[in-house]
């Protein structure tokens, strides 16, 4: 059986969301996602039993810690001594500066597309280095009858629609402090992007990739070359709009998205893990996220029309921050498109797809390893090849 790790000082951590009369009294925890599911840290779920040492009164509070992966060839791959801190700093410096702008644009309310940041630290010896007793205390969302769609299926419409709505609420806040509070966006946002390229695994994918666009009658060689140069463009160069500039995700797929229903209908949808939080334009996300997580059958048929979702519901948002929306056109927002795909999401759709599409590997060790690297099954073959198909069709490659 795993070892579930200790959280030393885990009072200290929730300190300031207890009274002053508040102890933790002891903890338990057990993991919080299945193998396979989180390939970059360790997830707890957490309960903490609080007491009220005037009254007595106990009550449990239901919390996630994440922690370090524990394993160093992971914690290369994953480059975790960045990447731990970038999301660390997302919860504690870029959240309440968002949050600050928010009410400075008359909205009375924190942005509520993030889970709920109860503490963090990356050491307890006072250094810069992360080490294992690094760990960041966020709401337990599943607790609160959050879900994660199944992976190698993805999302319906309706759902994929509450994801483009927390999407668009998360970029309009960046767009719109970039812009209006520049100094600000500088000094307090700007220091924590980190441009996370993993070269893992790149050219056995690139090889599958080639090999089932060959094997198909739909690409002709024309088509092919396109796909080959939009995969080995290189992602590090990367040009960002001065419109369009914001916060991404970089990482917005169905494992990483915790949809609320209600009477079976989705009613909300809070983002996670922020370890490769980057400077880019929204199409970072919104492209990722819908070839890599709507639902196959629905993919081809929805795109367009999901994109005119996302760019209505974004222009609202900045409707609300009090922002001149003029400036951001259809036009340019297609040309985004175009460069998004182009530059990085095929390539970064096509390399997530093996983790996505390849339910039983159970870890970043499994992935150099595994025969479907060059014989991937049917599901994945056909999820490539529309997706490469709606990019040869509309130009974007």
Request: charged content about 25%.
């Amino acid at each position: 059986m795993t070892t579930i790790p200790e959280i030393k000082n885990l009072e200290v951590l929730l300190k300031n969301n207890l009274q002053h009369d508040e102890v933790v009294v002891e903890y338990e925890s057990s993991r919080l996602t299945a193998p396979g599911e989180n390939y970059g840290s360790i997830m707890l779920r957490v309960t903490a039993k609080i007491k009220n040492i005037t009254t007595g009164n106990e009550r449990n509070l239901e919390i996630v810690a994440k922690l370090i992966p524990g394993n160093k060839k992971i914690e290369e791959i994953f480059d975790t001594q960045v990447t731990y801190k970038t999301e660390f700093n997302f919860y504690a410096t870029v959240i309440p500066t968002l949050n600050t702008f928010l009410k400075s644009r008359g909205v009375n309310k924190d942005i509520d597309v993030v889970a709920r940041f109860y503490g963090g630290r990356i050491n307890l010896d006072g250094s810069d280095r992360v080490d294992e007793d690094a760990v960041i205390v966020l709401e337990n969302l599943k607790a609160n009858g959050y879900v994660t769609g199944k992976k190698n299926i993805g999302l319906d419409v309706p759902s994929a629609k509450i994801v483009l709505d927390s999407l668009a609420k998360f970029h309009s806040v960046g767009i719109g402090l970039r812009l209006l509070q520049p100094e600000i966006f500088d000094k307090n946002i700007r220091p924590h992007f980190y441009n996370f390229v993993s070269s893992y695994i790149k050219d056995m994918v690139y090889a599958g990739l080639i090999q089932v666009l060959e094997g198909s009658d739909e690409f002709n060689t024309d088509h092919i070359e396109r796909a080959k140069i939009a995969y080995t463009h290189d992602p590090k160069k990367v040009d960002v709009s001065d419109i369009w500039g914001t916060l991404t995700n970089c990482d917005a797929w169905t494992n990483n998205l915790l949809i609320k229903y209600e009477d079976g209908k989705p009613v909300h949808c809070v983002l996670v893990d922020f370890q490769v939080l980057n400077y880019g334009t929204p199409h970072i996300d919104v492209i990722f996220f819908l070839l890599s997580s709507l639902l196959y059958e629905k993919l081809e048929e929805n795109i367009d029309h999901l994109l005119d979702y996302y760019y209505e519901q974004l222009l609202l948002n900045l409707k609300e921050l009090k922002m001149d929306i003029n400036i951001f056109s259809r036009d340019s927002f297609d040309e985004e498109t175009k460069i998004a795909v182009k530059n990085y999401e095929y390539f970064h759709t096509m390399w997530m797809l093996v983790p996505i599409m390849n339910e039983n590997l159970k870890s970043v060790d499994q992935i150099a390893a595994s025969k479907n690297l060059l014989n991937w099954e049917k599901e994945h073959v056909d999820r490539a090849i529309t997706i490469t198909k709606i990019c040869i069709q509309r130009g974007w490659i």
